[in-house]
């Protein structure tokens, strides 16, 4: 993060922003001297350090977003992508900490008093960690076709069905789970929106009939994923987020906190790049004297993604900001799929860029570059696929018709 852009006039409570950023880079400096170990368990292992995320708990990272009612600091999402942007330039980006304000972003949005009272509180401590379950391995990035389905028996839902790609759901404490209310043909038939039967459930991990299965991915920093098969899962209605048959309004919400701050993880990202490839550049030297970051065929690609890095950001921030201020949600959908597809354009060729700049070192594990590269080449194709994002700009900024 740049102190200086907080400068800008879109940036009404800046002193705020700068402790949090602060406070974000003294945790960075305590865990320097153990920075090469917590990476390698971060990218080889895929295992995120329980310590690292007690720091980011007791500097009250979690609590961010939360009203200082419910345990937190109220300073709001832009404040949080400040500390994901952080963290991410040291290569401590941290899937579960978004997945987890996504989530308290649905609890905010659609949960009743008592729902607030009872989760977020652990959550702003941090002694609760939260995973988030929307994709299906048939209806993919079509997610309103999903077949996963919730029935409604007096207070209780009974959960069938299947979920795929789901980060975390080893460590998670719950999953935010998305089903379907209503079945998808029903919704047709019935000539409903296709956002409507939707609800957004609780669901404890170790819930009777839940059964989890690894899968071999990689891709997001110190987490896994796994296969999900709900087999008739009891969940109780008081756990079911938002108005029934209505989750689509909250979903929304939470899908635009992602997007956000999986932007600023790759703006993270780009910077950790950058760094390690102007580092390098300034002190190797293959021809004389010279170094190699004295070549212009060096520098400029790595200054034209320096650019494009800073448009990402200032897109972040504006993204973050708009939500904070509770600007009409097209308007934050719009920036938040705008910040996600530039930040991550940016982070791949970052990555890339500063592969080529180490040479053969690029591929040396313990440079994490190659590591990194797998990171944010993901973030292209998910939470949301770069694709569907040029789609819903092309439709909703342009209104040019839409194909699928
Ligand atoms: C490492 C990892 C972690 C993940 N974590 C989670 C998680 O925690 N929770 C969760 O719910 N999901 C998670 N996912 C799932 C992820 O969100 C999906 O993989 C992603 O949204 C794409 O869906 P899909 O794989 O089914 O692709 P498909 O829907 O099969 O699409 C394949 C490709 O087709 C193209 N495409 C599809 N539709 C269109 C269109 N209309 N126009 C143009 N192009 C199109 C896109 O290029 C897309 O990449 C994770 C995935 C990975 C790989």
Redesign the pocket.
């Known amino acids: 993060m740049q102190v200086e852009s907080l400068d800008d006039p879109i940036f009404a409570a800046g002193e705020a922003y700068r402790d949090v950023v602060n406070i974000a880079r003294d945790l960075i400096k305590r865990v320097e001297p153990r920075q090469n170990e917590y990476l390698r368990q971060i990218f080889e292992e895929q295992r995120f350090p329980e310590e690292v995320w007690q720091l980011m708990a007791e500097a009250g990272f979690f609590g961010l977003m939360i009203p200082e009612e419910y345990g937190g600091s109220g300073l709001g999402l832009l404040a949080m992508a400040l500390v994901m942007e952080e963290l991410s330039t040291a290569g401590f980006g941290n899937?579960m900490a978004i997945?987890t304000c996504m989530d308290t972003a649905a609890i905010l949005r659609g949960g009743t008093e008592e729902q607030k009272r009872r989760w977020l509180p652990p959550i702003a401590s941090g002694s609760w960690k939260l995973?988030?379950?929307?994709?299906?391995?048939e209806?993919?990035?079509?997610?309103f076709r999903m077949r996963t389905e919730a029935r409604r028996e007096g207070d209780t839902y009974h959960l069938r069905g299947e979920?795929?790609?789901?980060?975390?759901?080893d460590v998670a404490d719950y999953i935010l789970v998305?089903a379907r209310t209503l079945p998808y043909r029903e919704v047709e038939e019935r000539g409903l929106p296709r956002t409507y039967g939707l609800g957004l459930f609780l669901v404890e991990r170790d819930a009777p009939g839940l059964s989890v299965y690894p899968m071999q991915?990689?891709?997001?920093e110190g987490?896994r994923?796994f296969r999900l098969a709900f087999d008739d899962v009891a969940v109780p209605a008081a756990h079911r987020i938002g108005e029934e048959h209505e989750g689509a309004r909250v979903l929304f919400h939470a899908l635009n906190t992602e997007r956000i701050l999986f932007a600023a993880t790759a703006v993270g990202m780009a910077e950790f790049a950058l760094r390690r490839a102007a580092e390098y550049a300034r002190q190797r030297k293959v021809f004389g004297d010279t170094p190699i970051g004295a070549y212009q065929g060096v520098q400029h690609p790595l200054a034209r993604v320096r650019i494009m890095q800073e448009g990402a950001r200032l897109l972040t921030y504006r993204a973050a900001r708009a939500f904070d201020r509770q600007l009409p949600s097209a308007r934050i959908g719009a920036w938040a799929n705008m910040a996600k597809y530039q930040a991550s354009e940016v982070a791949v060729a970052a990555v890339d860029r500063a592969i080529q700049t180490l040479g053969g070192q690029g591929f040396v594990r313990e440079n994490h570059l190659i590591h990194l590269w797998t990171a944010a080449r993901?973030l292209?194709?998910?939470?949301?696929?770069?694709?569907?994002i040029?789609?819903f700009i092309a439709e909703r900024e342009l209104e040019l018709p839409r194909?699928?």
């Open positions: 899937a997945l995973a988030f379950a929307i994709t299906e391995p209806s993919g990035t079509n997610s979920k795929g790609w789901i980060t975390g759901a998305v991915a990689v891709g997001i987490y994923q993901l292209k194709t998910a939470p949301i696929n770069n694709e569907m040029l789609n194909s699928y």
